[in-house]
């Protein structure tokens, strides 16, 4: 049962934490939107898609911005407790470090479960669902009903088609078609023509009361054929046929494989909510600051210390991926360095050292 000093710290440590995760979700939103939206403009996703892409990518980013939010959280939580002298009545009172891990073990806790439910099961269903999205999307911009005025290409560019004028019912006046058949163009030009099937992986373009001319580039002999209807089929290829990238496959099968590659993703969603884990044992300590610090005095190298910790983890994660010797021992040796250096810091609170280790402040103080 948490008492009113467990509650207090509880409190403090979840406002921060929430405050400096806002923020850094604030800036990634701002960041993925502008992108989503240039790619939107670019393809013609409709303004539903867009906001369910950057809802699916903010899910996708998560992972990354909540250990780095706890982190920073609890750094400035005990930052503030310090400066305004409040950890020391509390030291005063026999509450020391290992006490204070208490309630902000629970949160630390209650915060690595969701990113184990986000890294291994969430991401990768993100990962599949905005990658199903964005093909539907991108092939029903491109191959939907044709705009008056506008070249439109089809089957990756090997056909080309205009029409001057389209009519509401989708009839279609002053059609231009191109299309490469092996090393030959086609060239059609029709007084009207329907488009049937528009945004179906199967379409179909009839062209009536028109010409066409067919031949090899730079060859003399082309045939030209006068129609009165004419049809050009045109198949999509499947959305689906594309690569399919490691984040999309489910954990259950990532631990199936032998593949350096598999093995280096599922490293990395075990390493999600260990590293919540790790950098709460290492904020503690970090945060303590001494007589007449500033209250964002350890905020500086708290940001160095996640940046290195995160950098190594990249690094051995590529090492897995690239199956060399050095990925054998996987990521966990690089979470035993951050907690060597929170025991060596609480080693160093816990067992002060005599007169002449300590800072000048103190040995004033302590002389006092």
């Not at 409709?46 to 699916?56: C, E, H, K, R």
């Not at 009545?89 to 949160?107: D, E, Q, W």
């Not at 488009?195 to 003399?220: H, K, M, N, T």
């Amino acid at each position: 049962m948490l008492n009113r000093l467990d509650r207090y710290l509880l409190r403090e440590v979840t406002w921060n934490f929430v405050a400096v995760t806002g923020v850094l979700l604030i800036v990634l939103l701002s960041n993925q939107f502008a992108r989503v939206l240039g790619q939107a403009a670019s393809t013609g996703f409709p303004v539903d898609i867009v906001m369910t892409l950057i809802g699916l990518t903010t899910l996708q980013q998560l992972t990354v911005l909540v250990p780095v939010g706890l982190f920073l959280g609890i750094v400035l939580a005990l930052g503030r407790l310090y400066h305004e002298s409040e950890m020391t009545a509390m030291t005063a009172c026999g509450v020391g470090p290992l006490r204070i891990y208490r309630p902000i073990a629970l949160l630390a806790v209650v915060i690595a479960a969701l990113l184990a439910v986000l890294s291994f099961r969430v991401v990768p269903a993100a990962w599949m669902q905005s990658s199903e999205l964005r093909n539907e999307a991108t092939r029903a911009a491109q191959f939907g009903a044709l705009e008056p005025g506008r070249f439109r290409s089809f089957a990756g560019g090997d056909a080309v088609f205009y029409a001057e004028r389209v009519e509401p019912t989708g009839e279609l006046f002053g059609v231009f078609v191109q299309r490469s058949v092996g090393d030959k163009i086609e060239v059609a030009m029709a007084e009207r023509a329907v488009q049937r099937g528009a945004g179906q992986p199967e379409q179909l373009f009839i062209l009536y009361d028109g010409r066409r001319y067919e031949g090899v580039p730079g060859a003399p002999n082309w045939r030209i054929v006068e129609f009165r209807e004419h049809g050009i089929p045109v198949r999509l290829p499947d959305a689906r046929a594309g690569k399919r990238r490691i984040e999309m496959k489910t954990t259950e099968s990532l631990l199936d494989s032998d593949d350096p590659k598999d093995r280096a993703e599922l490293a990395w969603r075990i390493a999600v909510p260990v590293m919540a884990l790790v950098l709460t044992i290492l904020a503690v300590p970090l945060a303590r600051l001494r007589p007449r610090q500033g209250r964002f005095a350890r905020v500086a190298f708290a940001v160095l210390a996640y940046f290195v910790y995160s950098n190594l983890l990249a690094a051995a994660r590529v090492w897995i991926q690239k199956d060399s010797p050095a990925g054998e021992f996987g990521l966990w040796w690089v979470h035993l360095l951050p907690l060597a250096v929170a025991a060596w810091l609480l080693w160093q609170e816990l067992h002060p050292g005599p007169a002449w280790r300590m800072p000048w402040s103190r040995r004033r103080a302590t002389a006092a």
